[in-house]
């Protein structure tokens, strides 16, 4: 399996709700990686995960909770989230420190009503 | 921290054509430089990358060259075909310390007109 996976493809939320993002890689990467997209813009890094620890904290909000159960596995809680949170959602993989090829997966598009 | 720019953000070419695309980094620590192209919709797929050991690396129709004196390095793309047309990213990174954060540059949106 060289693919880097996420579900769901589409979420539609309330700002009160409490829903979660899914990744899995089955490529036997180490470090593992949440990023942001709005509209027209660059990926925007949120979190770094390496060897299932938490390694960068790109002082994104609480209301954003990322977690890596293995190291397959990658997951971002969402929870009172705002209208501006609505994004393209990417997670993305890499074999491990110091090679840094990244692989991204198809992406979460999110929108918070 | 790491400052990429990009330039252009809007680059249309005959199909045929050459199109290139150019970024400068202003950290002397990075090292490692990969290009990304996104198609509407669609994830970023790694296209080519280079490291600062090498000048210029090659595959098939895309070329990478790499200026480390200048801080620059470029994306080349020879013979554009309808399926070029893409947003293209440029990153940057220090590889050396395990740093896996790349900073990305603002992209180029690239149309190959038929």
């Not at chain 2, 992209?107 to 038929?114: H, K, V, Y």
């Given at each position: 399996d060289?693919?880097?996976t ?5 979420l539609?939320?309330?700002m009160?709700?409490k ?18 997209q ?13 060897y299932?620890k938490?390694s ?22 969402l929870?009172?989230?705002?209208p ?30 | 921290?790491?400052n ?5 953000s809007t ?8 199109a ?9 620590a990075s090292?490692?430089f ?13 296209i080519?990358?280079?490291r600062s050991?090498?000048?210029e690396?090659?595959d ?12 620059h ?11 070029d047309?893409?947003v ?12 896996e954060?790349l900073?990305?540059?603002t ?8």
């Open positions: 060289t693919e880097v996420q579900t769901p493809k589409h539609v939320m309330g009160t709700n829903k979660s993002l899914k990744c899995e890689q089955h490529m036997g990467h180490r470090a593992m990686y949440w990023y942001k709005k509209a027209k813009k660059p990926p925007e890094l949120m979190f770094v995960y390496s299932e938490l960068i904290n790109e002082s994104v909000p609480s209301r954003f909770s990322p977690e890596c159960p293995n190291s397959s596995l990658l997951n971002l809680h929870h009172a989230l705002q501006e949170d609505s994004a393209l959602y990417l997670c993305a993989s890499s074999q491990e420190r110091g090679r840094n090829e990244q692989f991204f997966g198809p992406g979460t598009r999110l929108t918070v009503l | 921290g790491e990429v720019e990009q330039h252009p680059l249309s070419v005959q199909e045929g054509d050459s290139v695309i150019k970024c400068t980094y202003s950290d002397s090292n490692y990969p290009w990304y192209k996104q198609e509407l919709g669609k994830r970023p797929q790694l080519i990358d280079i050991n090498v000048g690396k090659k098939q129709r895309i070329a990478v060259t790499l200026n480390k004196t200048a801080k390095f470029s994306l080349h793309i020879t013979e554009t075909q309808p399926e047309s893409a293209y990213f440029c990153a940057a990174t220090d590889a050396n310390f395990g740093n954060k900073t990305f540059g992209g180029t949106r690239l149309t190959i007109i038929p």
